[in-house]
């Protein structure tokens, strides 16, 4: 059956930070229907919750309380990975490191500490935990946690949601991306936009479908996730909508789009390195009205940023957050010993200095930035 089939493996461990600094865009919403869906088709799928509102921990039904072993003392006091996370029960194989609340104070601890930009990197290269994908969830913030979050993946994943306003700001967090290549994470690629919140109803959102693919090209998932109630019920019943109602609408988008993202990212050479050229997979139809059929691997981020430092700790969060805690009793903590970490046998760093290959031109999506008032924008 199409749904049962399972998904390819990736041929080395893919690591998609998916962030957006506005608010409300669908990040979470995002980060745990793919991991639900890649896990449910054979994958296996750490989800790293680094927004402090633990709104990923929430809907994957783990228990972020405060005082519960987090991604917080992996990064302020580097715990190994391994220890911290714990398995959802939404499917076999998908795994969770959450976040407490106590992570809202890792934007400013971290800025005094040795490596604040390389702290989850590390971390993820010294976990054990066997995983294909690991997703990590940003707070709406371009600050220190997105930073660590930008220097730890290989892809971006951005969600945009089909709004007004969708594409402001988008700039700054592609310059901050810029920023984060030239100086830390060379092999980091915009490999993914998703559309979000689409509303048929309205002529915004095709507007806005077109805006995006027009900057963005073959990115652009063929997956756009509709407006649906369902998934904005899930995470107050500590679930993803794969499980809580897997026919609606948003469940079956996130499916499609799980295996898009799936296959996109199987047929890549080793070393991932194709995803920022953006070419579609052969035989990926796309519509005819899709300006992404163009050559050229469209807006990339690319290098050649201006010498500056990281962007340095400067976020606020929004509060978008679903429903309380749903309590999650019987999740068991990986590696339960109490290997503290000073001096953890971190990974050497294998995929770091790869060619940068495929980063396209650094034109293209200064235009995204400031995207205004579409004309017939009524909804
Ligand atoms: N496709 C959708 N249809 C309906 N509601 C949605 C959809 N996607 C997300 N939502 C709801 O919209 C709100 C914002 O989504 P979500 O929390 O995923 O965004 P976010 O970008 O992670 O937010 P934040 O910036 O606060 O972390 C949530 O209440 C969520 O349940
Ligand atoms: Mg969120």
Wanted: aromatic residues 4%; hydrophobic residues 40%.
């Amino acid at each position: 059956m199409e749904r049962r089939r399972p998904f390819p493996r990736p041929n080395r461990r893919r690591i998609i930070t998916v962030a957006n600094q506005k608010g409300g865009v669908g990040k979470t919403t995002t980060t745990v229907n793919l991991a639900a869906a890649l896990a449910m088709h054979g994958i296996r799928v750490l989800v790293v919750d680094l927004d402090p509102q633990g709104n990923a921990s929430t809907a994957l039904g783990v228990d972020h309380r405060s005082g519960t072993p987090s991604i917080y003392e992996v990064l302020v006091g580097d715990r190994p990975l391994d220890e911290i996370v714990v398995q959802s029960g939404e499917a076999e194989g998908l795994f969770c490191a959450p976040a407490t609340i106590d992570l809202a104070g890792a934007e400013i601890e971290l800025v005094s500490l040795v490596a604040r930009e390389t702290r989850l990197r590390r971390a993820i290269e010294g976990m054990r935990n066997e995983v294909d994908y690991v997703l990590i969830d940003c707070p709406p913030s371009l600050g220190l946690l997105t930073v660590n979050a930008l220097v730890a993946a290989r892809e971006l994943l951005i969600p945009i949601q089909c709004e007004y306003y969708a594409l402001e700001g988008l700039g700054q967090l592609l310059r901050n991306v810029e920023l984060v290549q030239a100086h830390l994470n060379q092999e980091l690629r915009l490999s993914t936009i998703l559309l979000t919140m689409y509303d048929s109803r309205t002529r915004l959102a095709d507007q806005v479908v077109h805006e995006v693919k027009e900057h963005f090209g073959d990115r652009v998932l063929n997956t756009t996730i509709p407006r649906n109630v369902r998934l904005a019920e899930a995470p107050s019943y500590g679930q993803s909508a794969l499980t809580y109602d897997p026919a609606s609408r948003g469940s079956l988008s996130y499916l499609a789009a799980a295996r898009e993202l799936a296959e996109r990212g199987a047929d890549r050479g080793p070393r991932g390195g194709g995803l920022a050229g953006g070419a579609p997979p052969v035989g990926d139809a796309r519509s005819a009205a899709d300006p992404a059929s163009r050559a050229d691997p469209g807006p990339g981020v690319g290098a050649g940023a201006p010498a500056a430092a990281a962007p340095n700790a400067a976020g606020a969060t929004s509060g978008h957050s679903p429903a309380g805690h749903p309590g999650a009793a019987g999740f068991v903590a990986h590696g339960p010993t109490e290997r503290h970490a000073a001096g953890a046998p971190y990974g050497p760093a294998d995929h770091r200095g790869g060619p940068a290959d495929g980063y396209g031109p650094a034109d293209g999506y200064e235009a995204a930035d400031g995207y205004g008032a579409p004309n017939g924008a009524r909804r």
